[in-house]
């Protein structure tokens, strides 16, 4: 037997060998318990012969071992570019949801009202002239009531232009002391501008109690614009009309801005004008049945976009209504 003949006819074998079961196969031809080396290996009488063959035998399955490895990677590199899965690209960023700036300002308001001891409500948008109007002592000729102001289904029916008919509501729902504030969308005939939008929200705050005063008042709008805007806020009044309060009251919130220096935001005035806010007018208390000798009550009514707005240096409105998340999600 020529053995130098054997190994080098099974080292072609396995190096011939394009797959893995083509190398088994070449294998066991070679190696095998059947093959003619295992044999002669078996039978192997001297020394010398024995230790010939199984030198064979060690470099036979040396180059089997080295021609394994091979042919597993490049089975494994197949796999990989037929498959183009590339383990180390990056996975898929899951997007993360953001509340709408405007919920997360109501949010705001709810906490901070919350820690008044206020309750919350949530009252109807489709309301009667009766209670958007009339028991808030609008007069007849008010300018709200025309349909070129305000949106009406029928003739006793509008769609509510305030959040201020909460007031009606909780009053005549459960006896003073009242701690209330109404949040939610409120409707006007506006043209659309920087500022404007015919849907709007508001939230109104309410409170009837013995012995309430202006002070009072002024008070809670100084810890509510404080929690809105920061610590540093002043707030003021300037005198004005609304029907249902008396006196009636605009606060002003300090601009921050500018800190009161003056600066375009709150046009060189250091104020930025906050809403409405008063008294409760006795003409209310007496619509609702309450005695306005025995109780006395402040109420005020503010804008949530402009909150909203001036929260994040908006100068625009208009993105708070759009579907446009590449708007929002600045905010
Ligand atoms: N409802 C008024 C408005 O929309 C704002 C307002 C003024 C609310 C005075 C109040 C208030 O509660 O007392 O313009």
Not at 108 to 122: A, M, P, S, V
């Amino acid at each position: 037997m020529d053995w130098e003949k054997y190994e080098s006819t099974a080292l072609d074998s396995f190096a011939d060998a394009g797959t893995r079961e083509e190398l088994t196969t070449a294998h066991t031809a070679a190696l095998g318990r059947k093959s003619e080396l295992k044999t002669a290996l078996r039978e192997v009488r001297d020394r010398r012969t024995g230790m010939t063959l199984n030198a064979i035998r060690v470099r036979l399955e040396e180059a089997f071992t080295a021609r394994e490895g091979e042919l597993e990677r490049a089975d494994l590199d197949e796999r990989l570019s037929d498959d183009a899965f590339d383990v180390t690209v990056p996975g898929d960023e899951i997007p993360v949801g953001q509340l709408h700036p405007t919920t997360q300002v109501r949010r705001l308001i709810e906490d901070t009202f919350l820690g008044l001891g206020y309750e919350i409500r949530y009252d109807r948008e489709v309301e009667t002239v009766e209670y958007n109007f009339d028991k808030l002592a609008f007069e007849p000729t008010h300018p709200s009531r025309s349909p070129r102001a305000t949106f009406f289904l029928d003739d006793d029916t509008v769609l509510r232009t305030e959040t201020s008919p909460s007031q009606i509501h909780s009053m005549e729902g459960k006896p003073p002391p009242i701690y209330m504030v109404s949040i939610g969308r409120c409707y006007r005939r506006d043209a659309i501008d920087a500022t404007h939008y015919p849907i709007f929200h508001q939230f109104e705050g309410l409170a009837v109690d013995r012995g309430l005063t202006l002070a009072d008042l002024k008070g809670t709008l100084l810890h509510v614009m404080r929690a809105l805007f920061g610590e540093d806020r002043r707030v003021r009044f300037r005198t004005h009309f609304f029907p249902f309060t008396e006196p009636s009251m605009e606060p002003d919130v300090s601009c921050g801005v500018c800190g009161g220096e003056g600066c375009r935001t709150c046009r060189y005035s250091g104020w930025l004008e906050m809403g409405g806010s008063g008294m409760v007018d006795s003409r209310v208390f007496q619509n609702v049945g309450l005695d306005p000798e025995q109780w006395s009550g402040f109420a005020f009514g503010v804008g949530i976009e402009r909150v909203t707005q001036l929260r994040h240096g908006m100068a625009e409105i208009r993105p708070l209504w759009s579907p446009d998340l590449r708007a929002l999600r600045q905010f």
